[in-house]
DNA sequence: TCTGGGGTCCTTTTGCCC
DNA sequence: TCTGGGGCAAAAGGACCC
């Protein structure tokens, strides 16, 4: 999709088709998430933060991310791309790989399937994408940036050198700003320098993964197939705080609260994790991490976060000052095909029913129906004091 | 300019067992 | 009893992507 969440905030402002418009947070910490490419003219881009994209385009519209809007188109947009083919691998919300070889006997060649999908995303969703058509994942990825934005690029085999030789290596997939760095010192610049280079120099400079990985990329080879759902490897939610943080206090609340998330999407999805981890940004940004593994995979927001408490009290910070925590629980695997242990405490059984009941209050009145008092701040307490037992919403443990 | 939140994957280090 | 090293899993760090 093209500047997707710019384009799909553009679908209730009208008005604003044509001028430079950014989506991001109003706080002073936050980054770009999408920038229409009037926006980007001025040099705004994604990832940026807000301050300086404010500063290079003043008079850009700033419209606050809404997320479950872009959640829906998505699923909108998956939804004709599986209606084409079932061989769908989305990368993330707003792109996916399509394997059309078995769409072309009823569909037609595969550039004109690119344009059917390209003529109902924007009929059906009213959206622009762009769709790169080419032999392996790697190529179409690539074509597909070179289409953007609202267009459609085929890379024929035959034309497959010339396409990707001339490209700056900062191209190819996996070389971001630290490789691009690596690799311009030993005097490689395009595509076509990393193919003339030897193996055994690029895994030199990069390791023994990157260096394969790039050899064959720089030629097109790329045998992945497109594999429909991959399973997570991961579940975690981690917040940056307004203003730093130095009280021990504030930090394990926070912890609480993202492991509550964590768990809740965790029961959600059917999973079940083994390692939980924790990271801590401190204000200067540098970043540290601290696991553990359970005996037992879990699903329980209690035992994550005993254990995220624990990582974090073991760190001894001191009143350090922080920036950022998160909360991850690793190693997942599907509930119902792991038993559960039967400990002689419970082993965090009947915590489980508690949040079971819990997900299904939150399912009936709304997220944070029933949660952990500590979470539950003074306003919101004192309202639920003076509001009557009869309509109720709230319940504090 | 001052850096989000969701992830994946790879590499290196560490601790343990044999 | 001490030492060394291979193998392994867990832990930690970091690059990268959208």
Not at 305 to 316: E, F, G, S
Request: aromatic fraction near 4%; charge should be positive.
């Amino acid at each position: 999709m093209d500047a997707f969440y710019a384009s799909v905030e553009l679908r209730e402002r009208p008005d604003l088709v044509g001028q430079p418009v950014i989506v991001g947070g109003l706080g002073g910490r936050s980054v770009v998430l999408s920038a229409t490419y009037e926006a980007r003219g001025f040099g705004v881009h994604s990832a940026m933060p807000m301050a300086r994209a404010r500063r290079l385009c003043p008079h850009a519209t700033v419209i606050p991310p809404t997320p479950g809007v872009y959640a829906e188109a998505s699923r909108g947009v998956m939804e004709i791309f599986r209606s084409i083919t079932p061989l769908v691998e989305p990368l993330s919300l707003d792109e996916a790989f399509l394997d059309v070889a078995g769409a072309r006997r009823r569909l037609g060649s595969a550039a004109q399937i690119g344009e059917l999908i390209r003529a109902r995303v924007a009929d059906e969703q009213r959206l622009p994408c762009s769709v790169g058509v080419a032999s392996t994942k790697f190529l179409a990825k690539l074509a597909s940036g070179r289409a953007k934005p609202d267009g459609l690029l085929v890379v024929p085999r035959d034309a497959i050198t010339d396409f990707l030789h001339p490209l700056p290596i900062g191209a190819l997939w996996g070389v971001g700003e630290r490789a691009e760095e690596a690799l311009t010192r030993i005097g490689l610049r395009t595509i076509g320098d990393i193919a003339h280079t030897p193996e055994a120099t690029l895994a030199r400079a990069l390791g023994p993964a990157a260096g394969a990985a790039l050899a064959a990329l720089a030629w097109g080879r790329d045998d992945r197939a497109v594999v429909p759902h991959e399973p997570d490897r991961s579940i975690g939610a981690e917040e940056t705080f307004a203003r730093d943080i130095d009280d021990p206090v504030v930090v394990r609340r926070e912890l609480l609260r993202l492991s509550e998330r964590t768990a809740a999407r965790l029961r959600a999805a059917g999973q079940v994790g083994r390692t939980v981890s924790i990271k801590v940004r401190f204000a200067d940004f540098t970043t540290i991490t601290r696991s553990k593994t359970l005996a037992e995979p879990t699903d329980v927001a209690r035992i994550v976060y005993d254990t995220a408490r624990m990582l974090y009290d073991a760190l001894r910070l001191d009143r350090a000052r922080l920036r950022l925590v998160g909360v991850r629980v690793e190693g997942l695997s599907e509930a119902d095909r792991t038993p559960r242990q039967l400990a002689m405490d419970g082993g965090g059984e009947d915590w489980r029913a508690a949040e079971l009941a819990a997900d299904q209050a939150a399912a009936r009145f709304g997220p944070g129906a029933v949660r952990p008092a500590t979470l539950v701040d003074r306003e919101q307490r004192d309202r639920d004091r003076r509001t009557s037992s009869r309509d109720e919403n709230t319940t504090v443990w």
